[in-house]
Nanobody, 120 residues
């Protein structure tokens, strides 16, 4: 089993910044992808950003078009099972519950979610 614990959500004004963290523990494979998804009010869950770990695909990042140039995903080199999402220039449309995700093999695991609210 894998457990994901998120932190760092909150309320921020438009143009501000927030940093989300997600720590994974349990049976984690060497090759995996960790990322952030979000679900806004009345919307489907969507990928925000993801980063790979292990093997020849190590460190590959993927971003949703809506956050490119504003959000940065990273992994802790010392503790590779921790992923961060630095969110800059936040917009009201970034308001959502943000979920941490870890995918390995054929399985995917989710955190409990953290609320991010951006006021205009």
């Amino acid at each position: 089993q894998v457990q994901l614990v998120e932190s760092g959500g909150g309320l921020v004004q438009a143009g501000g910044s927030l940093r989300l963290s997600c720590a994974a523990s349990g049976s984690i494979a060497t090759i995996n992808t960790m990322g952030w998804y979000r679900q806004g009010p009345g919307k489907q869950r969507e990928l925000v950003a993801a980063i790979t770990s292990g093997g020849i695909i190590n460190g590959i990042k993927n971003y949703a078009d809506s956050v490119k140039g504003r959000f940065i995903i990273s992994r802790d080199n010392a503790a590779k099972n921790t992923v961060y999402l630095q969110m800059n220039s936040l917009k009201p449309e970034d308001t959502a519950v943000y979920y941490c995700n870890l995918a390995q093999g054929t399985r995917a695991y989710w955190g409990q979610g953290t609320q991010v609210t951006v006021s205009s």
